[in-house]
């Protein structure tokens, strides 16, 4: 899918920031060979001309920060779908991108489609390549998420909001 986007964006490339540490990570988690098999994806799919990869970074790092500040769009295809303890979702909204990023069963009220993300199905290929070229082919679009993402990380990502939010909770009235 990637690849079809290429041909209508031939500029387009994807940069993947981070990796792990250390190997027993990925041994722990059940897929010790998962770096080399994404390597060998992007390289079935025919795009490993259009990938980078940052390797690890360490969190005092400024390499994460570097390479968002230099980003357009920012892409998490998360799994189970994004939620706001993601801490990955949290570091890229606080860099003020737009971002496609795949809906959970139940999306939290602090993502909505179109005005602060934009949300497709988790595990669809098809799905993120359509939400990028959407993206693409919409400045008006990127911009508005710009804001919207602004609006979001003022509201939800700060420790005021936080404490109302964990109060709320205790009190059994969490918005």
Known sequence: ???DVRERHPDLRLV???????????EKAGNKNY????HELSARLGISDLVRWSGYTAPESDTASTLLSAADICVLPFDEGVSLNNSSF??????????ITTASETVES????????????PKSASALANSLELL????????SLKSGTVQ?????????SAIDRTMQVFAGTER
Request: charged fraction near 15%.
């Open 136 to 143: 693409l082919a919409n400045p008006h679009l990127q911009e």
């Open 90 to 99: 949290s570091f890229c909204a606080a860099h003020r991108l737009p971002i």
């Open 110 to 121: 602090a993502f909505v489609d179109g005005e602060n993300v934009i949300l497709c199905a």
């Open 152 to 160: 979001m990380v003022q509201e939800w990502f700060n420790w005021t």
């Open 16 to 26: 993947i920031i981070g990796g792990v540490a250390d190997e027993y990570v990925l």
């Open 1 to 3: 899918m990637l690849a």
């Open 35 to 38: 770096i080399k098999d994404l």
